[in-house]
T-cell receptor, first 113, second 112 residues
Framework: QQQVKQSPQSLIVQKGGISIINCAYE??????FPWYQQFPGKGPALLIA?????SEKKEGRFTISFNKSAKQFSLHIMDSQPGDSATYFC????????????FGTGTSLTVIP | KAGVTQTPRYLIKTRGQQVTLSCSPI?????VSWYQQTPGQGLQFLFE???????NKGNFPGRFSGRQFSNSRSEMNVSTLELGDSALYLC???????????FGDGTRLSIL
């Protein structure tokens, strides 16, 4: 069963707009939530990550919003650029799991110039 | 600082053969994890090694195995290859448990 559910599957945004990708989880033992960006032919690159003791983390144009009670977290990409066109994955892990990360199914983002 | 290096980048094998993939982690990282990425199943965890010991294993058959050497480099082996093993195999390294994982660019394995 999918431990981390990600939506939407694909997203098209105009240049300068805000891209929003959502993820939800059930396992309350998860305590680390990273987001990865993957370009064709490349491995996933760590973008930004959050732990559940904070509700928001911002790095440049990328922001993670975390809602512990709803068991949801989201990635916001402000001022989206064509160079942001890639596949984005959310993930979750927990202590004691031997570094096993559970990934969402991915969101293909296309930013139109 | 060098990133995670995976070799080879591409491999073509036939059914029934076996294959060994290699991963060199970021210097200082002692945890190495392996993932299989396919369009249908996404990113799935294979196993993780820390200080030469396998700490966790995903839901894959015993044909998939791995090991880690004292310098933290890791290898993954798949025996009796099947068509369904065609995938991108990714290696990720980190300092330890529940820490940021950094991925290599993967080995693209194609089974004919």
């Amino acid at each position: 069963q999918q431990q981390v559910k990600q939506s939407p599957q694909s997203l098209i945004v105009q240049k300068g707009g805000i891209s929003i990708i959502n993820c939800a989880y059930e396992n309350t033992a998860f305590d680390y939530f990273p987001w990865y960006q993957q370009f064709p032919g490349k491995g996933p690159a760590l973008l930004i990550a959050i732990r559940p003791d904070v509700s928001e983390k911002k790095e440049g144009r990328f922001t993670i919003s975390f809602n512990k009670s709803a068991k949801q977290f989201s990635l916001h990409i402000m001022d989206s650029q064509p160079g942001d066109s890639a596949t984005y994955f959310c993930a979750a892990s927990m202590r004691g799991s031997g570094n096993q990360f559970y990934f969402g199914t991915g969101t293909s983002l296309t930013v139109i110039p | 600082k060098a990133g995670v290096t995976q070799t080879p980048r591409y491999l073509i094998k036939t059914r029934g053969q076996q294959v060994t993939l290699s991963c060199s982690p970021i210097s200082g990282h002692r945890s190495v994890s392996w993932y299989q990425q396919t369009p249908g199943q996404g990113l799935q965890f294979l196993f993780e090694y820390f200080s030469e010991t396998q700490r966790n294993k995903g839901n894959f058959p015993g044909r998939f195995s791995g090991r880690q050497f004292s310098n933290s480099r890791s290898e993954m082996n798949v025996s009796t290859l099947e068509l369904g093993d065609s995938a991108l195999y990714l290696c990720a390294s980190s300092f330890g448990q529940n820490q940021p994982q950094h991925f290599g660019d993967g080995t693209r394995l194609s089974i004919l």
